[in-house]
């Protein structure tokens, strides 16, 4: 959905609107979910009432009318940008919605009565478990699973792709989505959502974020900023006794801003923005994240388990030979392998009738007579044929036939051929008739370009990953070792996933998979990041927390990349924010005595005019930090795959120091500025 979008930070419309909802964001029960910047709102609301007070009497320490309307002013300044940050992030994702709504219109639908008539009804009157037909140019009515047929979609409307992608009855990519378009065939569709919670409804409350929630690590730092805040608000409280006993009268303006540049106020006004982003950047990359917690998590990943076929290799698994046990290609094997993949719909059964067709070996299926099909199940991982005269052929990977048959030995001279196959990182069929060995079906799958670069990045992450693979161990090892992944599981099951998700969590790790079938639905459950690809069967979709709208399995990586970005963004604008608030520290307080108390001039290192214009100087960078900093936020940090320790290192260094360092240079030059205004 996004791809032909712009992607600017800022336009005319977002900004104007987010500048209306900052006003709105004002209200007391709004802003109290965010402490920090809640109490900035009474601190305004003090000096407002301390300003009209000070316009009636001459109470000393009330000061003059004219600075504290200043003050009032500039914290009445820093709110709105705050609640600015929180809005823009937001006004973001209402232009996504506005785009995704236009692709909800009402359609015409062919609702598929139970006699096999058709009635023609609208869109919004399907209900789930309705079927449906679209035909060549339609418009998809309503999500669904294909129970028959298979058609070519666009589905740009979605996800931006211009490319048509093909979905199938029976297969792991039979899911359409409503408001896409049809370009070829025709397709008999089940419906699976109720009205009004389409995928498209999911997506549109998504992206403006109707129920966003708070992730537990956002309310966690919310906690501790408003114990600060606590903190803060004693330390500036107890100055006053302190003041008094130097014989220096603090004036409320004073002490007030002394506060307000304490607390954390940087990150109080741009922590939502940043969790706003994250989601965002997730579904700039054409990922739904179900929740926000599910980007964060992805961040803090240690394994990644990725299949092998389709995943790490392009999936289009392809026969390059037929090798009887004399290591030819006979007829009566290529026929008996074409048999055994009649009614196979998987890339190898397919390819299979190709690679025979140019040997000029062709069988219809409606001369086999009453033959029964075994479809391909990753379970057993065979396929087949029981033909009417009783022969059962089948193929699959060599260890399953291996445990079918009975003669062992015909089998155990095909085993040279399987393991050379193997060695090249190619799949080897075993070809049995009747649970005898006649042959190997040699196929073959290439590494996706560019997936070493990929999972080298992640290792500088610390992410281990793991390939998990039907095919055998030495086909596994070969392209694990080619593509770089750290480990191998081979001769899996689906069921082994789930196992070695639970074993990894069960040492403290945080496990990601992706997957797209129902198989893969327990596994994706389990996993802390389950990412399921859009073409995947429902029960995968719903059993993940993630949804790839590009049903890219490498998209993983991608994923893990935002979670990162998301939470170093935080924690760098959350230790700049503390770093600078040690600095104002030293701004205001010297600024506030150097009169009364000479050693205190020692700290002046500052050296600002005087005592007001400090404190002034200080309010305002306080003030346009946070605006500042909103395109950090929004745009994420940037980031590098390196170690942990040397990330930690650097951000002190960066955000810690530069935070010390940035509002002194930044104060200093606003006091030169303001005193030489004056
Ligand atoms: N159409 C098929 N008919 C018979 N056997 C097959 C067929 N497709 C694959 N196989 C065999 O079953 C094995 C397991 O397949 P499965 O799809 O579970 O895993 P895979 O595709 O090898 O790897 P991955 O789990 O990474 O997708 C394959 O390695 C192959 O030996
Ligand atoms: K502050
Ligand atoms: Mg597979």
């Given at each position: ?33 965010n402490p920090v910047m809640f109490t900035v709102e009474l601190g305004t609301v003090i000096m407002l ?142 419906v699976i959502t109720e009205p009004g919670e389409s995928f498209l409804d999911k997506m549109i409350s ?413 309010v305002i960078f306080n003030a346009i930090i946070i605006p500042l900093l909103i395109p950090l936020a ?45």
């Open positions: 959905m996004t791809k032909n979008q712009n992607t600017s930070l800022f336009t005319a419309e977002t900004v104007s609107q987010a500048m209306a909802q900052s006003f709105v964001k004002l209200k007391p029960a709004l802003m109290i979910k009432i301390v300003t009209i007070l000070s316009g009636f009497t001459t109470n000393e320490s009330l000061g003059s009318v004219g600075y504290n309307t200043v003050i009032t002013l500039l914290l009445f300044v820093t709110v709105l940008f705050g609640n600015f940050a929180e809005a823009i992030a937001e006004a973001r994702g209402k232009a996504q919605a506005d785009t995704l709504r236009k692709t909800r219109k009402e359609t015409k639908a062919k609702r598929l009565n139970d006699d096999g008539s058709i009635t023609e009804t609208s869109s919004s009157d399907l209900k789930k478990g309705d079927i449906f037909l679209v035909e060549e140019g339609d418009v998809i009515p309503a999500d669904g699973e294909i129970i028959e047929g298979l058609a070519s979609i666009d589905e740009s409307a979605i996800t931006g792709e211009s490319a048509p992608v093909i979905r199938e009855a029976e297969t792991d990519h039979n899911s359409v989505i409503g408001g896409t378009k049809v370009l070829s065939d025709q397709i008999k569709v089940q998504l992206v403006e974020g109707a129920n966003r929630q708070k992730t537990p690590n956002e309310i966690a730092l919310t906690i501790l900023l408003a114990s600060f805040t606590m903190v803060f608000l004693i330390v500036t409280i107890t100055l006053q006794p302190f003041a008094d006993y130097a014989n220096t009268p603090i004036a409320i303006a004073a002490l007030i801003s002394l506060f307000v540049c304490l607390i954390p106020t940087t990150i109080g006004g741009l922590l939502s923005a940043i969790g706003i982003a994250g989601m965002d950047r997730a579904l700039r990359a054409n990922i739904i994240a179900k929740s926000g917690k599910a980007v964060e998590t992805a961040g803090d990943i240690d394994t990644l388990l990725l299949d092998k076929t389709g995943t790490i290799t392009i999936g289009n698994r392809k026969a390059t030979g037929f090798f009887n046990l004399n290591g030819k290609a006979d007829e009566e094997f290529v026929r008996l392998a074409v048999l055994s993949s009649l009614s196979d719909n998987t890339p190898e059964g397919k390819s299979i009738l190709k690679l025979a067709k140019k040997q000029n070996v062709t069988v219809e299926k409606n001369s086999v007579g009453d033959a029964s099909f075994i479809k391909f199940s990753a379970e057993t991982r065979m396929s087949g044929v029981d033909l009417p005269d009783g022969r059962k052929v089948r193929k699959g990977a060599w260890d399953a036939i291996y445990k079918w048959s009975d003669n062992k030995t015909d089998l155990e001279k095909l085993e040279e051929k399987v393991k050379e196959i193997s060695n090249n990182g190619g799949t080897p069929l075993a070809l049995a008739v009747d649970k005898k060995a006649l042959g190997v079906i040699q196929l073959e799958d290439i590494i996706k370009p560019g997936i070493q670069e990929r999972f080298a990045r992640l290792r500088k992450m610390g992410v281990k990953t793991v390939m998990v693979t039907g095919d055998n161990p030495l086909t596994a090892k070969y392209i694990a070792e080619k593509a770089g992944v750290d480990d191998f599981i081979a001769e899996a099951k689906p069921e082994d996933k789930l196992e070695y998700i639970k074993k990894e969590q069960e040492q403290g790790k945080l496990v990601a998979m992706m997957g797209d079938g129902t198989n893969d639905a327990p596994a994706l459950a389990q996993a802390d990041v389950g990412v399921a690809m859009n073409s995947g069967t429902q029960a995968a979709k719903e059993a993940s927390n993630m949804v790839d709208l590009d049903s890219d399995p490498t998209k993983l990586l991608e994923v893990i990349e935002i979670g990162k970005q998301l939470l170093i963004t935080r924690g760098n604008v959350t230790t700049f924010s503390i770093a600078n608030d040690v600095a104002k520290y030293f701004a205001i307080v010297p600024a506030l005595f150097a009169a009364s108390i000479p050693g205190l001039n020692a700290m002046n290192i500052m050296n600002l005019a005087t005592p007001e214009s400090a404190i002034l100087s200080a929004l745009r994420g940090v940037k980031y590098r795959p390196v170690g942990a320790s040397t990330l930690l290192t650097r951000n002190l260094l960066v955000y810690g120091l530069g935070g010390i360092i940035v509002p002194f240079i930044g104060i200093k030059a606003i006091d030169l500025l303001v005193n030489s205004l004056l």
